[in-house]
């Protein structure tokens, strides 16, 4: 016997699935969940309190009850659609439920029943119940991989991912070939389709030029290039000069001082050519930028050669460690090393007492760029900021926080005819703070004799209140003739009063 019921969980009303239930025949839960698994989607997970009630007022009353897709494994309860653990506040269990008892790993509803109703109970998965199960209208093959699959009434959508077109967003954008720049190339990746959404293209300069604009290109979800295409220039040379009194001639077959060029010396009289009328400048070895640094050197003679003046400096934050000024001497040798550049250092932090304090260190434990994050334990909250970071001035951009214990509210004073003994671990009325109560002779505790302030800031229990004793010898029975105009009464009648 399967009955059936629809509903939209989503607040707009766009998403809907189908309840479907069994009474005949009563099933074991791994029986129930095959039975939802072969005709419907799985059986019902119920991920709140208001899905329980609605199910309860869904159903009938069935004196087995129903399973429902929640299971116990490895010590925690899970649902059985996901294997997500099901949240604390998600829970619904009946009361001194779930219990420990061995083997009641599955999870059952109770429908309209006359106490406990919409709450769960643990039991064992080989009894016999209803089943409930759901059903949807997105499959697994419904839309493609490029898709969300959208719940509709009685239906189904599929969301495109940006980037993708058709009614199961199998077909990727296009974007506009892509043309060989001058004295370039370029290869592609594509695993949509050439020139389509993500096909990634990367440029090449042949030999003796350069570069211009942007490497590497990307097809974008809106059908455009991210990037101009780039250019291919010709290198430069810096502009050359006779040491002595004579005179250069060069060649250039693409641009003045470019790639290719080839100048040759002549001198006047009384000088003569040196390496077949080439001029050469002693050169230096190349130098590499400090890292973390900028190098800016002046060439009279040529890139590193004689006469080459570099000066090296750092970027903010960083210290220089060595000579900041070198020179390529005659001798084909700088007149000093490359400095190196140091991250400034910061004070040594420890981690806030009942917290922890986590770092990423792109330039050495606590030095500048550090970051640094402070989290508290549970039931204590950060005072002060959680995140801290190793400026250029070497100092830390905000103090280390403190982590105190979460406040609950304040028990002012003992209930009425009664004793409040309270003790503090970490502060007044705080996280872990542990209070219990007594009351004087002749009254008696109604509520619990315990309190303690819990890790979200509530106390475990309502404040208590001592309530008189009242002895039971107490009633006595009163005799007394009754006569009135206004009220007929037989004589005699016995009326008991309670003495308080």
């Known amino acids: 016997l399967i009955r059936s019921q629809i509903l939209s969980t989503n607040k707009d009303d766009k998403g809907a699935w189908t309840y479907n239930y069994s009474t005949i025949p009563s099933r074991r839960w791994p029986e129930a969940r095959q039975w939802c698994l072969q005709h419907f989607t799985d059986m019902v997970p119920i991920r709140n309190k208001e899905e329980s009630d609605f199910i309860n007022d869904l159903l009938p009353f069935n004196t087995r009850y129903y399973w429902i897709g929640i299971v116990k494994k490895d010590g925690e309860w899970i649902w059985q659609d996901t294997s997500e653990k099901v949240p604390k506040e998600a829970q619904n269990w009946a009361p001194e439920e779930p219990d420990n008892i061995a083997d009641q790993n599955c999870v059952e509803i109770y429908i309209k029943r006359e106490k406990d109703t919409a709450k769960w109970n643990n039991e064992s998965c080989r009894k016999k ?158 130098l590499s930028t400090p890292s973390n640094g900028s190098l800016v050197c002046s060439d009279p003679h040529g890139e590193f050669s004689f006469g080459s003046q570099c000066k090296s400096t750092c970027e903010e934050g960083f210290l220089l460690n060595g000579t900041a000024d070198t020179e390529c001497t005659s001798l084909g040798m700088w007149s000093a090393d490359i400095p190196g550049c140091l991250a400034k ?110 890790n979200s800031g509530h106390w475990s229990q309502d404040l208590p209140t001592c309530q008189r004793e009242v002895d039971p010898m107490s009633v006595i029975t009163i005799s007394f003739l009754f006569t009135s105009q206004l009220y007929s009464a037989s004589p005699f009648v016995p009326c008991l009063y309670p003495c308080l």
């Open 129 to 286: 119940k209803g089943t409930v199960c759901y059903a949807t209208s997105c499959r697994q093959d419904s839309c493609s991989a490029n898709a969300d699959c959208v719940e509709t009434i009685g239906n189904y959508t599929c969301q495109c991912h940006p980037g993708f077109l058709g009614s199961r967003c199998e077909e990727a954008i296009t974007c506009k070939p892509l043309l060989d720049p001058e004295q370039g190339s370029y290869y592609c990746f594509n695993p949509y389709g050439s020139n389509r959404f993500n096909s990634s293209c990367r440029f090449h300069c042949e030999l003796g030029f350069q570069l211009v604009g942007v490497p590497q290109l990307l097809c974008q979800a809106s059908g455009h290039w991210n990037h101009p295409v780039p250019l291919c220039q010709v290198k430069r040379c810096s502009p050359v000069f006779f040491p002595v009194t004579g005179n250069v001639t060069c060649v250039d077959p693409l641009e003045p001082f470019s790639f290719g060029s080839r100048c040759n010396f002549t001198c006047q009289e009384g000088y003569y050519p040196t390496r077949d009328n080439t001029f050469t400048s002693k050169r230096c070895p190349a």
């Open 345 to 454: 250092r910061c004070s040594t932090l420890s981690s806030p007492s009942h917290g922890s304090l986590v770092c990423s260190d792109p330039h050495g434990e606590f030095s500048f760029g550090s970051r640094c994050t402070s989290t508290c334990e549970e039931g204590f909250l950060l005072n002060g900021t959680a995140d801290t970071e190793c400026t250029s001035l070497g100092m830390w951009s905000t103090d280390t926080p403190r982590c105190l214990a979460q406040p609950c509210p304040l028990l002012a004073k003992a209930p009425q005819n009664g004793r409040m003994n309270c003790s503090h671990p970490y502060s007044s009325f705080s996280f872990g703070s542990h209070c219990d109560f007594e009351c004087d002779e002749g009254f008696w505790l109604r509520g619990t004799q315990t309190m303690t302030c819990n």
